[in-house]
């Protein structure tokens, strides 16, 4: 059962533009949410996290904003740049000592 | 910088094999992951390791086995590898995470395994 989801395999947008990247999930526990970009042949890395107290976060062209009521999150690029171009994926976990594990989305192709 | 090191980029192995992967951080980190990457699945978690000689049972540990004697070393094994087992190996480390914040996870490059 996947428990963090995004349903948009792949999106494409024009240099300059804004990028819009989904994320749903369905275990209300979660607390913490994490965003990563991977480029092909190298792990993995963080870009953005927020907690489940906040509603939005933002980091440079980065904006990661959270819908607890409608358990869904969305990463904003603004521009984006060709250097975007990569596979981003969400991720959730419960904070607190002990609960480290990480559960990943499918990713989106950008 | 937090420096996560695979040992192999690639390895080629065959059906019924004992495989090994190793991984390596430098930076005295607590935790630490094993994930499998496959198409249209994301990342799936296979075992973590909290301390030296702990480890936990991820989404999908059959098949597999692990093992930290040191905290800076975490191996991934495959007892007896199968086709089915052909895919990318991620390995992370983290620092303990807190009540307030969550500690992000630092990846190695990837292990593209394919067993034949």
């Known amino acids: 059962d996947q428990q963090v989801k995004q349903n948009s395999p792949s999106l494409s947008v024009q240099e300059g533009r804004i990028s819009i990247l989904n994320c749903d999930y369905t275990?209300?526990?979660?607390?913490?949410f994490l965003w990563y970009k991977k480029y092909p042949a190298e792990g993995p890395t963080f870009l953005i996290s927020?907690?489940?107290?906040?509603d939005k976060n933002e980091d440079g062209r980065f904006t990661v904003f959270l819908n607890k009521s409608a358990k869904h999150l969305s990463l904003h690029i603004v521009p984006s740049q060709p250097g975007d171009s990569a596979v981003y994926f969400c991720a959730a976990t419960l904070l607190g000592v002990g609960n480290e594990k990480l559960t990943f989305g499918t990713g989106t192709r950008l | 910088d937090v420096k996560v090191t695979q040992s192999s980029r690639y390895l080629v192995k065959r059906t019924g094999e004992k495989v090994f992967l190793e991984c390596v951080q430098d930076m005295d980190h607590e935790n630490m992951f094993w994930y499998r990457q496959d198409p249209g699945l994301g990342l799936r978690l296979i075992y973590f390791s909290y301390d030296v000689k702990m480890k936990e049972k991820g989404d999908i540990p059959e098949g597999y086995s692990v093992s930290r004697e040191k905290k800076e070393r975490f191996s991934l094994i495959l007892e007896s590898a199968s086709t089915n087992q052909t895919s990318m190996y991620l390995c992370a480390s983290s620092q303990r995470q807190g009540f307030f914040v969550s500690q992000p996870q630092h990846f190695g490059d990837g292990t593209r395994l394919s067993i034949l």
């Open positions: 927020i907690s489940s107290i906040k």
């Open positions: 275990n209300s526990m979660f607390d913490y």
